[in-house]
Structure formats: structure tokens, C-alpha cells
């Protein structure tokens, strides 16, 4: 029996029918909560009162929580493992391109089935800054639904309506950073000493500098530097300059945080991706990147959740080098994001097309440790942002390449250098011998666009099957992103949007394309045949269980260079094809290629791009 005072004042605010749910709950996971907390705020002299005012507010949003999001909370304690299935799709849209508003999405739920998608996430949704706003990624108000895209009652009807599609709804939760409009910014503006507490503020640029001599930079174009001159001195802003970070140094951040966490969950939004969760904490003397507080910070958020809306899962937005990802799906001990977003992955695919060769991809799979148990990585092709290089670095340089040459190499490539087919643009780099990332539609870089023949039509087609192929049979969640499915090109139109023009990740983030959409069981028009096989492929994979998150997964090195042949368990294996020229592999014993049913015995011969894959055995 626990009799704590930190979770009696939890307990106290609950209705008796949720006593014991809850006991049984903070017995696992407060411990595990007061030490992170006691870890990271313990020196603060008013600590205990704090942390019971946060219990206390914890106690609150655990009593408000609808009944059916309860009852997912109990269905997903009990199945833990819920979101590792193969049956498990995302997809990815900002809501203004996809439907329009929040009911407009709503009515796209037939198509979303028609895909067999179980999570969608909505790119920011919430009130956001004025005129230039990061994507939405500057969010003046947590608890308010951006207004031209809906209202909170909009938001609980779609929630509901997802939930009965078998749809969870993932919202981005812009953590490290609020809009420089956020009612605490213009507190902080009218001289409130507490609002002006939540930012890292310094009075002169003593600080800033000595800072800045080892952090590095997110818009080294657009917004160079860290701090923006405001509040009477220099604001900690890690990105656009109107986008403040928040000082979690400060537990008054935190405990607001955790609060609007589940607000928005007992809305009905199921899975939250933490935005730039690398940042969220800044040590001096270092790039102020996954610093053990940020983690810390993070597992409390985690505990919290466990505790009041266990139904929910954390995902972890980190862009940063394999080697520092699997600290953000923690350990069986110290639990952390329930998933974490594999960019070196999505990043070493592109690469290999444009190396026409599998070492980076290959290293990165070497460098992709086992999960801890219920955690995933997050599979994709592409995203609103760019394809970020730097994240290769260590994998680039293994067979000793000079991994800025080659990274640069890549980021030429697919800005359409070098005889390359690709259409795409560097982004935030305009220096040819560095690399930082590279902007464009998938179809777009895969060639799509400047294809002028069928033939080379047909090889930019399957080089995007190809990709989607790697996300869907690596063993993660997948995610596809709104217009990939139908091979949608480049949108220019950002051009001439004075707001957008000078961030060229606007290429990707098109109006959904309706004329492709209706063209989409059309076998003669590419959004068809690109449609058709991405379906197929979604369709193969659920019959499948060694294409599970948590089924194993084994690097086959008797691989030819271009070649990426991956086992998922005994009786599984994927076989891909990165370059342009036909490659042979040898297989032992009898396989039945689950694309077409024919029986395979001995050699294989891939044609240019050719994915397979393969079951051991002839089952036809
Ligand atoms: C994340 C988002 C990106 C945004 C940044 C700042 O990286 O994906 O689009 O610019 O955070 O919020």
C-alpha cells in the first residue's frame, strides 16, 4: 500500500471508482516519477510543494478523462505491444493540404481505410503564430485549435470519429519552443518576472557567445545563430527567431508542459510527437543536443503518462546521429518514447539510390541496436522537412570515406547534379562541398519529374516502390507521407509566397492532389501504378508477421554492393535492388516470391531497383 503524500494528493482528487486503477499504476511508476523529478528540480528550495501541486493537477486530468479514452487506457495496458503489428500503417498530412480543416480530414476517413492506415498524424493544428509561423511549428496557444482550421469541438469529433475507424490520432507536441506570441512570451514582454522565467533570457551576449562557440545551427541561412535580441536582452531561440525555447531548467515549464500533454490526450489525440526533443536541455561546452536532462525530462513525461492515460504514446522527433537514438526509446528500466523516428535509415535509402550501393544503409542496420520491449522505430520515405545528411556522418566515414565529401556528393545528386535524375533543391546550404540537407517530393527525387521517356518513367517508379518497400519490410512503424502514395511531384507555388519562399521544404508540401487521387486504380497513369503497388505491398505485409516491429531482423552480407538483403526471422527474407544495373543472389533451398507466387530455386536475378520478397518454402 503506498501512502506517500506525493500520490495522495493524486489520489485525492479522484473519484473512489478510479482509486484502485490508480494505486495499482503509481505503484509501478511513481517511484520511477519522484526520482526523475527529485533528479532534475530536487535543489529547488520549494520542491515538495511543487511536486504535490503537480500531483495534485495530474489527479485532475486523470479524473477528466473521458470514459473511452479509459477504456483504451485499460485495453492497451493489458496489450502492450499493441502498436508493433504489421498491421499497423501512418500516414502523414498537414491538415490545410489534405482536407482543408479538421472535417474535411474527417471526410477523407473512407480513403484512409481504403489504405488500411490505423494512425495518422496531423502536422500542427494548433493555434499558431501570425504571419510566419514555422509550418505551424510556433504555437501561440496549446488549448485552442488553430481557427482556421477548426475548433476544439471539431477536434473531439474527429478524434471520436478516427477512433471508430481504428484510426489513432497523432499530434505533433511542439515541446522545446513556443511562438514568440505564446501568452507566456507576451508576459514576459510586459515585464512578468515568473513568465519571463520560462525562457532562457540573458541581459547582454556574455552568455550567447560562449554558448554558441560549440552549438550548432538548424537555418544557418534563414536564422543564423541561436538567440534573438528580446526582453530587453537575447532569447534562447534554436530556431526561427520567433520560436523561443522553453527553460526546463525551470519546473514550472515542466509541470505546465505535463498539463497540456493531457489536456489535449482526454481530447482524444492518442500519440504525441515530441518536436525537437534533442534540445530540451543546453549545457555549456556542448551542442546543447540529447544532454542526459532531456532524456530525464522525457521519462518523466513518460511516467506521467503511464500513470494517467497509459492508452498514449510518446514519439520522439530526435534528427540526430544512430548512434544517440536509442537512448529516446530508453531501456526495459527506464522507460522512454514508446517510438523514435529512424533517420539514419530514411536518409542511408536515399543515399544508397544516389551511391547506387548499400555500405552507408548497411552500417546503419549494423548500428541499429535490438528495441527495448513495446517500442518501435518510425519508418519513412519522406517528411515535411528535408532529407538531413549530418546524421550519416559516422556511417559515411566507416569504410574510410570523407563523409563531408560524400554527404556533399549526395546533396549535389539530388538537387539534380551530376547527370542525376533527380529534382530536389539543397536546403540551408549554399556551400557545394558541405553537406546539410536536401528538399523535394519523393517522386520528384526519385526522377518522376524530369522522366522523359516510359522507360525512365517506369525506373523513377520503382525506385519509389523500392524505398517504400525498405520502410514497410524493415520492422518499424511505417509512415507515409500525403502525396507519396500517388507519386505527387514537387508544388513550386511556395515561390511566390513571400512567408515561405526562402524555406525550400514548401517543395513537399503540397495541396492533395485530386485529379491523382481519382486516377489512383488507373494502371496507365503513374499515381495509379504507384497507388496499386504501395497497396499491394501494405496488403503482403499484414499477412505477414515477421514483418512485425518487434520480429527479428538479420543484415544478410552475402549481398552484392548494391544489393540490401535483410532476414526477418527463419522463414522471411526482403530483397532490394539500389542501383540501375540486374543483380544476382544466390538463394539456399526453395523460396516463393510473395509479389507474384512464383517459386524460386537457386539464383535470382534483380532487375534495376526490383524489390522482393520472399517466404522460405513453396507454399503455392
Ligand atoms: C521539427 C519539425 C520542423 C520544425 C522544427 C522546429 O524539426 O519537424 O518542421 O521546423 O521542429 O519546430
Known sequence: MLSNVMSDRLLAVLPDALRAQALRRLAVHEPVL??????????QADFDAWLGALMASLGELYAARPAPLRELDAQREAQPEWFLSQRMLGYCAYVQNFGGTLNGVAERIPYLREMGVSYLHLLPFLRAREGENDGGFAVSDFDDVEPALGSNADLVALTTRLREAGISLCSDFILNHVADDHAWALAAKAGDEQARAMFLCYPDREMPDRYERTLGQVFPQVAPGNFTPALGGWVWSTFYPYQWDLNYANPAVFSAMAATLLRLANRGIEVFRLDSTAFLWKREGTNSMNQPEAHQILQALRAIVDIVAPGVLLKAEAIVPTRELPAYLGSADARECHIAYHSSLMAAGWLALSEQGTGVLREVIRNTPTLPPSATWLSYVRCHDDIGWNVLRAEAAADGSDATARLARASRFFAGAEGSYAAGAAFQSTDPNAAHGSNGSAASLAGLERADSEAARALALRRLQLLHGLALSFGALPVLYMGDE?????????????????????????LFDQARWRARDDAGDSAGQMYQSLLRMVRLRRQHDALAANAPRTLLDDAPDAVLALARGERFVTLMNFSGEPQAYALQGRWTDCMDGSILDGALTLAPYAMHWLERGATA
Request: hydrophobic residues 30%; positive net charge.
Open 34 to 43: 519522484r526520482k526523475l523529478l527529485a533528479g532534475l528540480y530536487g535543489q
Open 486 to 510: 500517388l507519386a505527387m511531384e514537387n508544388d513550386y507555388s511556395y515561390r511566390h509566397r513571400p512567408q515561405h519562399a526562402m524555406d525550400s521544404r514548401w517543395l513537399q508540401r503540397p
